[in-house]
């Protein structure tokens, strides 16, 4: 299973990085907005951290302003995903951007029938947001189990992404599940590594041996 980190930000990136655990990065808007940097240098200084996807997202809501974006963000480095939102305006510039061979992560998907359009329609990534729908009283798992059968079905080159992620269950079930990749905020990251008798059992061993030897 890949890991892409859910963030923009440079030192959270380089910190989970340096443990060898970034496969890839997803961004939007919203984290964009919070560095309060220009778009393109953040976007450009991720790819020079992790050698792997890195999704920038578009503003337009026409296809062809999706597809103007799309190209101009996709020449600041090799590794860019164009993130498109899942309408219909989506839909239409995914299928000619992955017609010129760029790679669409489209996003804000939250039902099985909007996972297959965008696999139909080209897209190399999709990214089911559970966490909004567990918000609302769906269940956002649900939605990765039922579209990793679908795509199972067939043969689309479409990976699944799981976004918005809230908490460390949502990676362990997305891993069971079969998910390709779990897109994870930072704060989420972290908790994946704690357990409360790790601790205890790491100051057991420091303590009997400081009691036996003294050091
Ligand atoms: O990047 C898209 C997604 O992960 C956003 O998550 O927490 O804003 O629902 P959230």
Redesign the pocket.
Known sequence: MKFFL?TANIEKIKRFADMGLVDGV?T?P??IAKEDRDFESVIKEITQIVDGPVSAEVLSTNSEGMIQEALKLSELHENIVIKIPMTKDGIKATHVLANKGVKVNM?LIFSPAQALLAAKAGARFI?P?V??LDDISHDGMELIAVTREILDNYDFDCEIIV????HPLHVVEAARMGADIA?I?PGVMEKLFKHPLTDIGLERFLSDWKNAFGK
Not at 163 to 166: P, Q
């Open positions: 859910d997803t939007n919203s984290l996003t990214s947001f966490g909004r976004a918005s992620i809230r897109t905020p």
